[in-house]
């Protein structure tokens, strides 16, 4: 995703730097991709009909909104696992699977404690079933090395989106709130591509994500403090102060969820995690600033509001 920091502005050079097709080739039209690199009019399409399919399961079935959000956390963690396994980071798939659905499942019933517990579980299961995946007599490579990524992972996919599920059951109004949480991560998406886009000059992290700019970031303020006001106001019927603090901590954590996959892709040396959504990448490049902004929606709206 273009995420909430926004793009330096600068076009994607062609595979044909002359422009020139060759002699007797017929020219085909080539997809249309905006300024950050991305197919534009199949992420927008995308794009509203998730948004649109979201709203409504959230404000008609917001139950229903668990077993959509646990297939796109089962789906992201096995894109990862797979990407890493390309990597020969050998991560254990099946534990890591099966245990991340307990992660994010068992908030349900269980609350914070059920998803505390079925973290330490798996995360002791998935060392066991890497220590001994090949076998009694031979002894694993790179054990530490593909554990605490095994871990990481768990932590960075199923134990931050568990607190979505810890938001959506916050009486009376949990609904409410994971709808106020998702339409910010938007807000501050929007508003830093737009303002990247237009005014991007100055990168942020050249080194990590060259595209991600400082006007693109504050344009994610700007949009995300006014979503804040109004969403908490109208939504939460809450204190508005409470939207501004609620969207300047979620522009600054997803542009920090963005950079940190942004890293990861660099280091595996690929540009999306998957190619399920058109124009988007994979599940797991649309939730890479929606999972750690679930955690910081949880810690404000359960302190403040």
Same mark, same amino acid.
């Given at each position: 995703?273009?995420g909430?920091?926004g793009t330096?502005g600068?076009?994607?050079?062609? &595979?044909?730097? $002359?422009g020139?097709v060759? #002699?007797?080739? %017929?020219?085909?039209?080539?997809?249309?991709?905006?300024?950050?690199?991305?197919?534009?009019?199949a992420a927008?399409?995308?794009?509203l009909?998730?948004g649109?399919?979201l709203?409504?399961?959230?404000?008609?079935?917001?139950?229903?909104f668990i077993?959509?959000? *646990?297939v796109?956390?089962?789906?992201?963690?096995?894109e990862?696992?797979?990407?890493?396994?390309?990597?020969?980071?050998?991560? %254990?798939?099946?534990?890591?699977?099966?245990?991340?659905q307990a992660v994010?499942w068992?908030?349900?019933p269980?609350?914070a404690? $059920?998803v505390t517990?079925a973290?330490a579980a798996?995360a002791?299961?998935c @060392?066991v079933w890497r220590?001994?995946?090949h076998g009694?007599?031979?002894?694993p490579r790179?054990?530490?090395r593909?554990?605490?990524? #095994? +871990?990481?992972?768990?932590?960075?996919?199923?134990?931050?989106?568990?607190? !979505? +599920?810890l938001?959506l059951?916050?009486?009376?109004?949990?609904?409410?709130?994971v709808l #106020?949480?998702?339409?910010?991560?938007?807000c501050?998406? +929007?508003? *830093?591509y737009v !303002?990247?886009?237009?005014?991007?000059?100055?990168?942020m992290?050249?080194s990590i994500?060259?595209?991600k700019?400082w006007?693109?970031?504050?344009?994610?303020l700007?949009f995300?403090?006014?979503?804040?006001?109004? #969403?908490?106001t109208l939504?939460?019927?809450?204190?508005?102060m409470?939207g501004?603090?609620?969207?300047?901590?979620l522009?600054v954590i997803?542009?920090? *969820?963005?950079l940190i996959?942004?890293q990861?892709?660099?280091?595996?040396g690929?540009?999306? @995690?998957?190619t @399920?959504?058109? &124009?988007?990448?994979g599940?797991?490049?649309?939730?890479?600033? @929606?999972l750690p902004s679930?955690?910081?929606?949880?810690l404000?709206?359960?302190?403040?509001?």
């Amino acid at each position: 995703m273009s995420g909430p920091g926004g793009t330096a502005g600068s076009a994607e050079p062609a &595979g044909n730097p $002359g422009g020139a097709v060759p #002699t007797g080739a %017929p020219a085909e039209a080539a997809p249309r991709r905006s300024r950050a690199g991305r197919n534009l009019p199949a992420a927008l399409a995308v794009g509203l009909t998730l948004g649109v399919s979201l709203i409504a399961i959230l404000l008609f079935v917001p139950k229903v909104f668990i077993g959509v959000a *646990g297939v796109a956390v089962g789906i992201a963690t096995w894109e990862v696992a797979k990407r890493l396994r390309e990597a020969d980071v050998l991560v %254990p798939r099946t534990p890591l699977i099966v245990g991340g659905q307990a992660v994010f499942w068992l908030g349900w019933p269980f609350g914070a404690g $059920g998803v505390t517990g079925a973290f330490a579980a798996t995360a002791l299961a998935c @060392m066991v079933w890497r220590l001994f995946d090949h076998g009694l007599h031979t002894a694993p490579r790179n054990f530490l090395r593909d554990t605490a990524i #095994t +871990v990481f992972t768990l932590a960075w996919i199923p134990l931050l989106a568990s607190f !979505a +599920v810890l938001l959506l059951l916050e009486d009376p109004d949990g609904n409410l709130r994971v709808l #106020t949480f998702m339409i910010l991560v938007v807000c501050s998406d +929007v508003g *830093g591509y737009v !303002a990247g886009v237009l005014f991007g000059r100055h990168p942020m992290v050249p080194s990590i994500s060259p595209k991600k700019s400082w006007e693109g970031f504050c344009g994610s303020l700007v949009f995300a403090i006014i979503g804040g006001l109004l #969403t908490v106001t109208l939504l939460l019927e809450a204190n508005s102060m409470i939207g501004v603090v609620l969207g300047v901590g979620l522009v600054v954590i997803a542009t920090l *969820g963005d950079l940190i996959e942004s890293q990861i892709k660099r280091e595996l040396g690929i540009k999306d @995690m998957g190619t @399920m959504l058109p &124009g988007h990448g994979g599940i797991m490049d649309r939730l890479d600033s @929606m999972l750690p902004s679930a955690f910081v929606s949880w810690l404000v709206l359960s302190t403040l509001v």
